[in-house]
């Protein structure tokens, strides 16, 4: 049975830092694709930032791009989100996501059509 489990998320000012973790099982991280997601309050799901972990081939949503950072751990089994810089607009619950099977054609979308698997997601609240 496939887990992802999210934490590292709370409540930081404008211009704070958290790091997400998503800690994978019944699955190995490695050479797939990966993402964070976040969906605040009557939005929709949105892609952030994913990653092939097989080449760490990355891609980010202009929203996040240069603030956020996603790595992975395969010794671990775990997806990072390091988020600095951290906006009110960034609130939101934050997701990972993997895909079933290691498909990869130059680049993981950021559309939750192409994942598979979820986490139930963590809070991040950021105050002005």
């Known amino acids: 049975q496939v887990q992802l489990v999210e934490s590292g998320g709370g409540s930081v000012q404008a211009g704070g830092s958290l790091r997400l973790s998503c800690a994978a099982s019944?699955?190995?991280?490695?050479?797939?694709?990966m993402g964070w997601f976040r969906q605040a309050p009557g939005k929709e799901r949105e892609g952030i930032a994913t990653i092939y972990t097989g080449a760490t081939s990355t891609n980010f949503a202009d929203s996040v791009k240069g603030r956020f950072t996603i790595s992975q751990d395969n010794a671990k089994n775990t997806l990072y989100l390091q988020m600095n810089s951290l906006k009110p607009e960034d609130t939101a619950m934050y997701y990972c996501a993997a895909r079933f099977d290691g498909s990869y054609s130059g680049y993981c979308a950021r559309s939750t059509y192409a994942y598979n698997y979820w986490g139930q997601g963590t809070q991040v609240t950021v105050s002005s």
């Open positions: 019944g699955l190995t991280i490695s050479r797939r694709c």
